[in-house]
């Protein structure tokens, strides 16, 4: 799978981003939060920009102010650009921002989790592997992507076989490097997401393991601190998330094939597997913004202690430091 505007994870890719952070907005007090027309928003997307197409699809792409979309292959690297200070939100699962903030010296907050569906995250063998579980793993060279819901489904599925990391010869890739790697036959398994999982499995790849119910399925939007500071900007970010929400509640009442012909075009799949993936990811869990809450804060906190034990992070982590409430109001008012 090509994904042309893919950003590498490197501090000259992030160096690239960088003049384009000075239009990520002014000052807070040049702008008004009924005015929002001066606001322009630098947003991540993982993947193909589901969130842009879909807001096209819903016909709620006519936002007040502007949104500048940047693709990367993960959420770990849309958490990387905002700490470079190129983008104003980034949306990610989980993990991403336990990593970023590890230095004890985030730039950015959680603001709101938009919980959606934990299907196409999975290990997956090639074609004629040998390899049918994950306790075969022992010994073999696994993909996997760093510091995302594919290092952690991977360590976790390790642990229920009774494997230890160490027990695994693990190599840290993207996305479409690991799916080279497994095509090519220098890896024996991959821990992916998404496309990726998509592209093995029209390749022959087998599941051997899946993050669906060790995932929790929540997924989380991060503001960097200058969003938080303007109340423009503030409201810019919440109407983004709730258009997004309502968005996807346009395609669950009947809309899905046109949708799915939208996907399967992006992602080079047949129509009839994208509409599948679609609707079984709705049905398993409709994609929907909500507020910060403690349950939240506790589900990442398990996350980030799962990655201390593993010894991926040197310490412990508590992550309520980087969460905050300062967009609740205004995500309420928008849903």
Known sequence: MLFRHTL??????LALLLPFAAGCGGPAQAESPSDLSSVTL???????????AVLKYAHLDDTPYKVRWSQFQGGEQQLQAVRAGALDLASS????????????????KVVAVQRGATLNQEVVTRKGSKVTGIAGLKGKKVGYVQNTTAHYFLYTLL?????KWSDIDAKPLLPNDGLAALNG??????????TSIITAHQQGARTIGSGKDI??????????????QSPARRAAAADLIARITKAYAYVRDGREEGFAKITAAATHQPLAQARKDLVD????????????????????QKVADAF???????????????WTTALDADLKKAL
């Open 93 to 108: 699962s989980e993990i991403p921002p336990v990593f970023a903030a590890a230095d004890g010296a985030p730039n950015f």
């Open 159 to 163: 642990k229920q076989a009774g494997l």
């Open 281 to 300: 990811a709705q049905k398993q869990r409709p994609t929907r913004a909500r507020p910060v809450g403690d349950d939240t804060i506790a589900s990442q």
């Open 308 to 322: 201390t034990e593993l010894g991926a992070l040197k310490q412990h982590l508590d992550v309520k430091s980087f």
């Open 185 to 194: 036959g220098s890896i024996d398994a991959l821990a992916s997401y998404g």
């Open 215 to 228: 995932l929790s399925g929540n997924f989380l939007w991060s503001a960097r601190d200058n969003v938080l």
């Open 8 to 13: 590498r994870t490197s501090a000259a890719a």
């Open 42 to 52: 630098s947003v991540g997307a993982t993947g193909w920009k589901t969130e842009e």
